[in-house]
C-alpha cells in the first residue's frame, strides 16, 4: 500500500493531494481507439487527477477526446504491430505479456479501467492499484460461447485453447488489484463470480446537467444505440410491427440494413444524431424503449434527465438506473410478447409520470457522485 497517508481536500472533485507531495499517478486503459462510455470515464478521471499519465494497449489519436491527447499517452509493443489500431481486438492473447512489460514504477497510485485487459499490470510493492471495472471481460465468460459462434472457423478452433490460458491469467491477475470499483451491481455480482473478489459499486458519470425537459411530447417512443446483436435493436422492431406505434430509432450498425428491410412503415432509422439533436430526441419521446442487457447503461440515465421515462430490460445495469414506477417501468423477459406487454403498461403509466420525479432520480448518476466515491476509493 501507499508510503503515505492521502490527505483529500474539501472538495472531491479537485485533485487527490498528500500532505508532503502530489502522487504520481497512471491511468491503465485498454484501448484508446473510439470514444464511447469507458472512454468518457477516463476523462472524468483525468479531471479528478490533472497530472496523471496515461498507458494503453493501442492508441489512434484521430480516434480520442483532446482533453486525452493532451495528456502523456504510453503503448505498449501491440500498439506497433501491423493493423493495431483496425484489428486489435485479434491480439488479445498477446495483451497480458504486453501489460506486464509496461514500466509503471515510480507511480504511487495506478488505476485501471478494465473491460479489455488493462489490469494486468505490475506495480510498484508501495503502490495502490485501484481498478475500475465496467465488465471482466465478456468475451472470456459469460459471452463466450456467442463469440465463438461468431468467429471465422480459424478463429473457432483456436479460440477454446488461448481462451482458457486467458481466463486464468485474467483470474490471478485480478489478484495483484488492492480495491475494485464495479460500474453497476450486475456488474459487482460478476467480478464476484468470475474473479471471487468483492467490489464497491460507483456508477459511471453522466453529465445529467445537459439535458432539460421539454413541453412538446412527441407520439413516437425511442431506441438509441448500437445496431448490433447484444443490443437486441430487432427486439423493438419486431415489437412495434406488432404494435403498429411510431419507433424512431437511431444508431447504425451490422444490423442496421436488414433491420430496415423487417420495419414497417410507422419505424424510422437515423443512423446519426449531432448532440443538440438528440438532446431534442430525448426530451420529445413518448418513452426511451432499452432492450438491452447492458453492464450500466447511460442512455437510459440521458433519457431520465431529459424528463422521459425508460421501458427497460429487468436485468443488468437498467436495475441500477431506472427506478420502477416511478422513472420508468421493466419488462421481464427478452421476446416480443413481454415487450409489447411492457409498451401497453408504459401507456397507462404514462399518465401519472411526473419529468421532475424522473429528472431528479436521474442526478443521482451526475459526475460528482462518482468523483466523490472514486476519491474514496483511492484514498481509503
Same mark, same amino acid.
Given at each position: 500500500?501507499?508510503?503515505?497517508?492521502?490527505?483529500?481536500?474539501?472538495?472531491?472533485?479537485?485533485?487527490?493531494?498528500?500532505?508532503? *507531495? +502530489?502522487?504520481?499517478?497512471?491511468?491503465?486503459?485498454?484501448?484508446?481507439?473510439?470514444?464511447?462510455?469507458?472512454?468518457?470515464?477516463?476523462?472524468?478521471?483525468?479531471?479528478?487527477?490533472?497530472?496523471?499519465?496515461?498507458?494503453?494497449?493501442?492508441?489512434?489519436?484521430?480516434?480520442?477526446?483532446?482533453?486525452? #491527447?493532451?495528456?502523456?499517452?504510453?503503448?505498449?509493443?501491440?500498439? #506497433?504491430?501491423?493493423?493495431?489500431?483496425?484489428?486489435?481486438?485479434?491480439?488479445?492473447?498477446?495483451?497480458?505479456?504486453?501489460?506486464?512489460?509496461?514500466?509503471?514504477?515510480?507511480?504511487?497510485?495506478?488505476?485501471? *479501467?478494465?473491460?479489455?485487459?488493462?489490469?494486468?499490470?505490475?506495480?510498484?510493492?508501495?503502490?495502490?492499484?485501484?481498478?475500475?471495472?465496467?465488465?471482466?471481460?465478456?468475451?472470456?465468460?459469460?459471452?463466450?460461447?456467442?463469440?465463438?459462434?461468431?468467429?471465422?472457423?480459424?478463429?473457432?478452433?483456436?479460440?477454446?485453447?488461448?481462451?482458457? @490460458?486467458?481466463?486464468?491469467?485474467?483470474?490471478?491477475?485480478?489478484?495483484?488489484?488492492?480495491?475494485?470499483?464495479?460500474?453497476?451491481?450486475?456488474? +459487482?455480482?460478476?467480478?464476484?463470480?468470475?474473479?471471487?473478489?468483492?467490489?464497491?459499486?460507483?456508477?459511471?458519470?453522466?453529465?445529467?446537467?445537459?439535458? *432539460?425537459?421539454?413541453?412538446?411530447?412527441?407520439?413516437?417512443?425511442?431506441?438509441?444505440?448500437?445496431?448490433?446483436?447484444?443490443?437486441?435493436?430487432?427486439?423493438?422492431?419486431?415489437?412495434?410491427?406488432?404494435?403498429?406505434?411510431?419507433?424512431?430509432?437511431?444508431?447504425?450498425?451490422?444490423?442496421?440494413?436488414?433491420?430496415?428491410?423487417?420495419?414497417?412503415?410507422?419505424? #424510422?432509422?437515423?443512423?446519426?444524431?449531432?448532440?443538440?439533436?438528440?438532446?431534442?430526441?430525448?426530451?420529445?419521446? @413518448?418513452?426511451?424503449?432499452?432492450?438491452?442487457?447492458?453492464?450500466?447503461?447511460?442512455?437510459?440515465?440521458?433519457?431520465?434527465?431529459?424528463?422521459?421515462?425508460?421501458?427497460?430490460?429487468?436485468?443488468?445495469?437498467?436495475?441500477?438506473?431506472?427506478?420502477?414506477?416511478? *422513472?420508468?417501468?421493466?419488462?421481464?423477459? +427478452?421476446?416480443?410478447?413481454?415487450?409489447?406487454?411492457?409498451?401497453?403498461?408504459?401507456?397507462?403509466?404514462? @399518465?401519472?409520470?411526473?419529468?421532475?420525479?424522473?429528472?431528479?432520480?436521474?442526478?443521482?448518476?451526475?459526475?460528482?457522485?462518482?468523483?466523490?466515491?472514486?476519491?474514496?476509493?483511492?484514498?481509503?
Amino acid at each position: 500500500m501507499n508510503s503515505f497517508s492521502p490527505q483529500i481536500v474539501a472538495d472531491a472533485a479537485m485533485p487527490l493531494q498528500t500532505a508532503f *507531495s +502530489q502522487p504520481r499517478v497512471a491511468i491503465v486503459h485498454y484501448w484508446l481507439v473510439s470514444m464511447r462510455g469507458g472512454e468518457r470515464v477516463i476523462e472524468r478521471m483525468l479531471d479528478l487527477f490533472p497530472q496523471a499519465d496515461i498507458f494503453t494497449n493501442v492508441y489512434d489519436p484521430a480516434a480520442v477526446s483532446e482533453k486525452i #491527447r493532451s495528456r502523456k499517452v504510453t503503448t505498449s509493443f501491440i500498439d #506497433r504491430l501491423p493493423g493495431s489500431r483496425r484489428f486489435y481486438q485479434y491480439y488479445l492473447p498477446l495483451m497480458p505479456m504486453a501489460l506486464e512489460q509496461l514500466d509503471l514504477r515510480g507511480y504511487d497510485i495506478v488505476i485501471s *479501467s478494465e473491460s479489455g485487459p488493462a489490469k494486468g499490470v505490475i506495480t510498484d510493492p508501495g503502490s495502490t492499484h485501484v481498478c475500475y471495472c465496467h465488465s471482466p471481460m465478456r468475451y472470456l465468460w459469460d459471452h463466450y460461447h456467442h463469440y465463438r459462434a461468431e468467429a471465422n472457423p480459424l478463429a473457432r478452433i483456436a479460440m477454446p485453447v488461448m481462451y482458457n @490460458r486467458l481466463r486464468a491469467w485474467d483470474v490471478s491477475s485480478s489478484a495483484r488489484v488492492d480495491r475494485i470499483a464495479a460500474n453497476s451491481r450486475f456488474i +459487482q455480482s460478476r467480478v464476484r463470480k468470475f474473479w471471487r473478489r468483492e467490489a464497491e459499486v460507483i456508477h459511471p458519470p453522466v453529465e445529467t446537467s445537459l439535458f *432539460s425537459k421539454s413541453d412538446d411530447i412527441s407520439s413516437a417512443y425511442l431506441w438509441v444505440g448500437q445496431m448490433v446483436p447484444y443490443k437486441r435493436p430487432d427486439l423493438a422492431v419486431d415489437a412495434f410491427n406488432a404494435l403498429g406505434l411510431p419507433l424512431t430509432m437511431v444508431g447504425s450498425g451490422s444490423m442496421l440494413k436488414n433491420l430496415k428491410s423487417q420495419a414497417k412503415g410507422n419505424i #424510422r432509422f437515423i443512423e446519426r444524431m449531432n448532440f443538440d439533436d438528440l438532446r431534442k430526441a430525448y426530451a420529445t419521446a @413518448r418513452a426511451l424503449v432499452f432492450t438491452a442487457e447492458e453492464d450500466f447503461g447511460i442512455v437510459p440515465v440521458e433519457a431520465m434527465a431529459s424528463g422521459r421515462p425508460v421501458l427497460a430490460y429487468g436485468r443488468g445495469g437498467a436495475l441500477d438506473s431506472v427506478l420502477d414506477g416511478v *422513472s420508468g417501468l421493466f419488462f421481464d423477459r +427478452q421476446d416480443t410478447p413481454s415487450l409489447i406487454d411492457g409498451v401497453a403498461r408504459m401507456e397507462h403509466f404514462l @399518465r401519472d409520470f411526473a419529468p421532475d420525479d424522473a429528472m431528479l432520480h436521474a442526478r443521482n448518476f451526475a459526475p460528482e457522485h462518482f468523483d466523490r466515491k472514486l476519491m474514496d476509493l483511492v484514498s481509503a
